[in-house]
């Protein structure tokens, strides 16, 4: 692919992140984030049935029936974790199909950037070119990753520490209830290993080659 140094290869875990253009803010309301997590869920799927669009103003009963359809189907990527944050995503995601990390994050971008540009009465572009890819390489980092992403609003000082398993934009919810891949610590759990960790800059220095700057 154009502009990228290493190639995406299937099975393989990649952290992928973008910023908005300028460093300005993509997700403002609560109505911007919930679209941007529906369509982080609805792209997944290789074949959607209907378009987003048409999905929307559906009924809950109908909404069932067309995630069925997509569930029975095969996905493109693995979203192992995510955090949305005021100008910028992070994704930690495992490619199940050839080419379906570049094609789901177009999907993605193209149909956020539709929805806020007709929100907000704007043309042009939303994200800040191309998204950016870091392969993991270890199980090791990919734990660490899940962290450093469920880490950003704390760090971001979106939210204080207490509130920050209750972030409604992140996986952290969620992988409170779910196991992460690989991690089977058997003294402390997911929780503490994300909330307990009084050494973060120091783990953070330790992969700063997978979380360029945005």
């Given at each position: 692919m154009a502009g990228r140094d290493h190639p995406l290869v299937t099975d393989q875990y990649y952290h992928v992140f973008n910023r908005g253009v300028a460093k300005q803010q993509t997700f403002v309301s609560e109505r911007d984030y919930n679209q941007a997590i529906l369509s982080k869920d609805y792209y997944q799927y290789i074949k959607p049935p209907i378009k987003l669009s048409r999905y929307k103003p559906l009924t809950e009963s109908e909404k069932i029936n067309v995630r069925l359809r997509m569930e029975s189907g095969k996905k493109l990527v693995k979203i192992i974790s995510y955090v949305i944050m005021p100008n910028h995503f992070h994704f930690l995601l495992q490619q199940l199909e050839d080419g379906g990390i570049s094609k789901y994050l177009s999907l993605f971008t193209n149909s956020y950037t539709r929805y806020f540009n007709t929100a907000n009465n704007r043309v042009g572009p939303v994200f800040q070119g191309a998204f950016k890819s870091v392969p993991i390489e270890s199980e090791e980092q990919l734990l660490h990753l899940t962290r450093y992403i469920h880490l950003n609003p704390y760090v971001a000082s979106i939210v204080s520490k207490?509130?920050?398993?209750?972030?409604?934009?992140?996986?952290?919810?969620?992988?409170?209830?779910?196991?992460?891949?690989?991690?089977?610590?058997?003294?402390?759990?997911?929780?503490?290993?994300?909330?307990?960790?009084?050494?973060?800059?120091?783990?953070?220095?330790?992969?700063?080659?997978?979380?360029?700057?945005l």
């Open positions: 207490n509130d920050l398993p209750l972030y409604p934009w992140s996986s952290f919810p969620r992988c409170l209830k779910e196991p992460i891949p690989f991690y089977s610590h058997k003294t402390y759990s997911y929780r503490d290993f994300v909330m307990n960790h009084s050494d973060y800059a120091r783990e953070l220095k330790r992969i700063e080659h997978l979380c360029i700057d």
